[in-house]
C-alpha cells in the first residue's frame, strides 16, 4: 500500500506529507447510490482514503460527516448499522449534523406543499473543519470526498490562503462542479474499483460480542 494510516497517539509523528481526509457522507452515498453500486455502500471510509494516497504520504486522520436519518425504515437501520460499524472499526472521526423539515414551493398545477426532511449543517460542518485544520497546521494535504459546489468557499481559503493542498475526490456522478475543480489543488473521480477494494468485513465484532453484518440490501 502506497500510505499508512496512524492512530491518535501516533499523529506527532508524522514525518512524511501528512493528509487528512474529509467525506462528505450523503454526497459519496448518494453518488454510489445513483451509479447503481449499492453493494458498495458498506464502505470502509478510511481504507478508501488510504486507497488515494500517493508514495510519500501518510495518513494522519479521516473526518466523516452525515446525519442520522429519523423513523423506523430500512434505509434508516442500515445506515445506523455503518455508524456503528465505523465506530467499532475506531479508524474515523463521525461528526453529525441533522435533519430539519421544510415545506417545499408550491406546485404550479395544484399548489400543494409537501413537508420534507432535509439535511443540514454537513457542508457548514466540513467547511468549519478543514478550514480550521488547514490553519491549525494538521495537514499539508486534504482529500476531500464531495461534490458539493457550496464547499468551494473552503477550499480556495485553504489552498489560496493557508497555502495547503486539496484534492478533491468527487463521488460517483458527482463530478460537474466546475468550481471545485477550477480552485482545488487537483481532483478526480472514485470509480467502481477504489469502492470494491474499500470494503469493510461482511461481518464485525463488537467489543461485547454483538455481530454487526452487511445489510442485505447493500450485497
Not at 184 to 204: E, H, N, V, W
Request: with cysteine; net charge positive; hydrophobic share 40%.
Amino acid at each position: 500500500m502506497a500510505g499508512t494510516f496512524l492512530s491518535r497517539p501516533e499523529r506527532r509523528r508524522c514525518v512524511r506529507e501528512r493528509v487528512l481526509g474529509y467525506i462528505d457522507g450523503f454526497n459519496l452515498f448518494r453518488g454510489v447510490e445513483k451509479a447503481g453500486w449499492k453493494r458498495y455502500h458498506w464502505l470502509d471510509v478510511p481504507l478508501l482514503i488510504e486507497n488515494l494516497l500517493k508514495p510519500g504520504q501518510t495518513l494522519c486522520g479521516v473526518n466523516y460527516f452525515t446525519a442520522r436519518l429519523s423513523g423506523a425504515g430500512l434505509n434508516q437501520s442500515n445506515q445506523a448499522a455503518f455508524l456503528e460499524a465505523l465506530e467499532t472499526q475506531g479508524r474515523c472521526s463521525i461528526h453529525l449534523g441533522r435533519y430539519q423539515e421544510v415545506t417545499t414551493t408550491p406546485c404550479s398545477r395544484c399548489g400543494f406543499r409537501a413537508r420534507i426532511s432535509k439535511e443540514k449543517m454537513t457542508d457548514v460542518n466540513i467547511a468549519s473543519q478543514i478550514t480550521a485544520d488547514a490553519f491549525e497546521n494538521l495537514f499539508d494535504s486534504a482529500i476531500l470526498v464531495s461534490g458539493d459546489a457550496d464547499l468551494t468557499s473552503a477550499v480556495r481559503a485553504v489552498v489560496g490562503r493557508a497555502k495547503k493542498r486539496v484534492v478533491v475526490a468527487f463521488p460517483p456522478e458527482r463530478d460537474r462542479s466546475k468550481f471545485l475543480k477550477q480552485f482545488c489543488s487537483a481532483y478526480l473521480t472514485i470509480g467502481r474499483a477504489k469502492l470494491a477494494a474499500s470494503q469493510l468485513p461482511d461481518s464485525i465484532e463488537k467489543p461485547d460480542g454483538t455481530i454487526l453484518r452487511r445489510p442485505a440490501a447493500w450485497s
